[in-house]
């Protein structure tokens, strides 16, 4: 029995090979479409004269700072699709090509991985690199400029066409460098291991996944940075309705207490209050029959009158 399968890129996990054929099909073709639109939407309004007119008052992505930050994280999806398109097609190409080259049955330590050591795996890493740092930075853009739009709505701090330009520009610089930088560490240290070595996280292209001191320092790190930016930008973008609940809160508290109060002072003062009702109760049954007995009088007085 051929075992081919289970030295391929996904080590045949038919879950995980079945969901990355899914998120390609439907990620890759949606994320082009949008970049490819957004490109072309200015361009035809300003080559057409009928798209102007019609345009004239629609933003586009050279005219909206907001529609320019969701341009740039569209790209970075893109990249993203692309990635798991690599990583499918390359499990697909590696199940054939181990299927040939061992005919009978192998093991672990006799399959070479030509895969995690590859360029095709380089260009994984580093495209899967830069959209997991580039979607938590341009999230977190986006929240503040969410943020300056909708809660502070009259303030004069927001962003231009010109300063989320330059906003994106820098990020895509700084995390390109970074990643670059990673990217080359990694393959540094995954050389040092055989090519016989078969592991989920190097045929992911992930990196190598070992607790040494300084790549524990770097994980903290990338982990800590993701972990503010995606809590700042909920925190920025339900700023709202995070007041309301707080007030609802407060609200509802301030009635418990009360609530509570009461009834301490009804627990606490039961004797006095069961003194003053009966001293209330009291008071009703002497002045009651003075009532009806005035009321029987000028009955007995109307009664003659009546007659007469």
Not at 161 to 184: E, R
Not at 219 to 232: D, G, M, P, R
Not at 261 to 283: A, H
């Amino acid at each position: 029995m051929n075992k081919s399968g289970e030295y391929s890129v996904y080590l045949d996990n038919e879950p995980v090979r079945t969901f990355a054929w899914v998120i390609t099909l439907i990620g890759l073709p949606l994320n082009a479409f949008l970049v490819g639109f957004m490109i072309w939407e200015p361009w035809s309004i300003k080559h057409s004269k009928i798209r102007r007119n019609h345009h004239v008052q629609n933003p586009t992505i050279l005219k909206s700072p907001s529609l320019w930050f969701f341009f740039n994280l569209f790209i970075c999806d893109l990249f993203a699709s692309v990635y798991i398109l690599i990583l499918a097609i390359s499990d697909a190409y590696y199940s054939y090509y181990y299927k040939n080259v061992y005919q009978f049955n192998t093991n672990f330590s006799r399959v070479k991985n030509v895969w995690f050591k590859s360029f095709t795996c380089a260009t994984a890493h580093f495209l899967g690199k830069v959209t997991i740092s580039m979607a938590a930075t341009l999230t977190l853009v986006i929240a503040i400029d969410r943020f300056l739009l909708i809660v502070r709505l009259f303030s004069k701090k927001k962003f231009t066409m010109k300063a989320s330009q330059i906003i994106t520009t820098v990020i895509w610089i700084v995390d390109f460098s970074l990643v670059s930088g990673l990217a080359a560490y990694h393959f540094h240290s995954i050389m040092r291991f055989l090519s016989y070595t078969i592991r989920f996280d190097f045929n992911l292209c992930l990196g190598d996944s070992s607790s040494t001191f300084a790549r524990t320092i770097l994980k903290i790190l990338e982990l800590s940075y993701y972990l503010v930016a995606y809590i700042v930008s909920f925190i920025s973008t339900n700023n709202k309705e995070i007041k309301n609940i707080k007030i609802s809160i407060w609200i509802t508290s301030t009635v418990y207490v009360r609530e509570t109060l009461s009834v301490l002072y009804l627990v606490f003062r039961y004797s006095d209050i069961k003194k003053q009702l009966y001293c209330w109760r009291s008071n009703n049954a002497i002045i009651e029959p003075a009532i009806q007995s005035k009321t029987f009088s000028v009955d007995q007085v109307g009664l003659p009158e009546i007659q007469k």
